[in-house]
C-alpha cells in the first residue's frame, strides 16, 4: 500500500529554536498534502493544505507565518514551526493526496515536538 | 464550521462485551470514513462509507452510513484487548478535497 514517511519522528528543542518537520510519499505523487496538529487524547485538528508548487491554504486560526508550509516536489512538503515555543508542543501528522486525487488519504506516523 | 461529534468520548469495557460507537454532524458528507489510532502512531483507515444506509462488515466490526449522510455507527462485537485504541470518524467533503476529524471516541478493552 501507499507509504508516507515522516521526519524525524521525534524532537525536543529548546525555545525559541524553529523546528523543520518533513512529509515524504514514498511510492506515488502527491499534488496535494495535508497538516495537521493534535493534541493528547483529542482529535486531529487540520492546519493546513500543501498544494505543489503554490502557497498552502491554512485553517482559520492557524498562524501562518508561525508554520511554514513548502510543498516543493511532488513527493515532499515540510512543516516549519518557526520559534516554537512550549505551547507549540503536541503531535503533527501529515497525509499525502495521491495525483489521481481518489481517496483515501494516506497518513504518516506523525511527529512528537516537545519544546522546553 | 463542519463539525462531527462522538459519543461516547470514553469507553472502558470488558473483554467480550459489544459497543456502539457515534458520529452525529448537522452537515451532509460525500462519504465518511473510520480511522483507529493508537499511541505516538498516524491513524489507520478501517472502512470508507458513501451512500446512505449503507453498512460495511469488517470481521466483528460493523459500520453503518445514515441515509441522510450526516451521521455514521461503528458496532464492535466480542471486544478484544487488541481494539484498544482511538477511534476516529471522518468526514469527506470532495469539493474541498478536506477531511474533518470527528471528536475523538478513546476505547479501552481489559482482558
Known amino acids: 500500500g501507499a507509504v508516507v514517511s515522516q521526519h524525524p519522528s521525534w524532537v525536543i528543542c529548546k525555545s525559541g529554536t524553529s523546528v523543520k518537520i518533513e512529509c515524504r510519499s514514498l511510492?506515488?505523487?502527491?499534488?496535494?498534502m495535508f497538516w495537521y496538529r493534535q493534541f493528547p487524547k483529542q482529535s486531529l485538528m487540520l492546519m493546513a493544505t500543501?498544494?505543489?508548487?503554490?502557497?498552502?491554504?491554512?485553517e482559520q486560526g492557524v498562524e501562518k507565518d508561525k508554520f511554514l508550509i513548502n510543498h516543493a516536489s511532488l513527493t515532499l512538503s515540510t512543516l516549519t514551526v518557526t520559534s516554537a515555543h512550549p505551547e507549540d508542543s503536541s503531535f503533527y501528522i501529515c497525509?499525502?493526496?495521491?495525483?489521481?486525487?481518489?481517496?483515501?488519504?494516506?497518513f504518516g506516523d506523525g511527529t512528537r515536538l516537545s519544546i522546553l | 464550521t463542519q463539525l462531527l461529534e462522538q459519543s461516547p468520548q470514553f469507553l472502558s469495557i470488558q473483554e467480550g462485551e459489544n459497543l456502539t460507537v457515534y458520529c452525529n454532524s448537522s452537515?451532509?458528507?460525500?462519504?465518511l470514513q473510520w480511522y483507529r489510532q493508537e499511541p505516538g502512531e498516524g491513524p489507520v483507515l478501517l472502512v470508507t462509507?458513501?451512500?446512505?444506509?449503507e453498512v460495511k462488515k469488517l470481521k466483528r466490526l460493523t459500520f453503518q452510513f445514515g441515509d441522510a449522510r450526516k451521521d455514521s455507527s461503528l458496532h464492535i462485537t466480542a471486544a478484544q484487548p487488541g481494539d484498544t485504541g482511538l477511534y476516529l470518524c471522518?468526514?469527506?467533503?470532495?469539493?474541498?478535497?478536506?477531511?474533518?476529524f470527528g471528536t475523538g471516541t478513546r476505547l479501552l478493552v481489559s482482558p
Open positions: 497525509s499525502a493526496l495521491a495525483m489521481d486525487r481518489l481517496w483515501p488519504q494516506h
Open positions: 511510492d506515488f505523487q502527491a499534488t496535494t
Open positions: 500543501s498544494n505543489e508548487g503554490s502557497k498552502a491554504t491554512y
Open positions: 452537515s451532509v458528507f460525500s462519504s
Open positions: 462509507v458513501v451512500t446512505g444506509g
Open positions: 471522518a468526514g469527506v467533503n470532495t469539493g474541498f478535497q478536506k477531511l474533518v
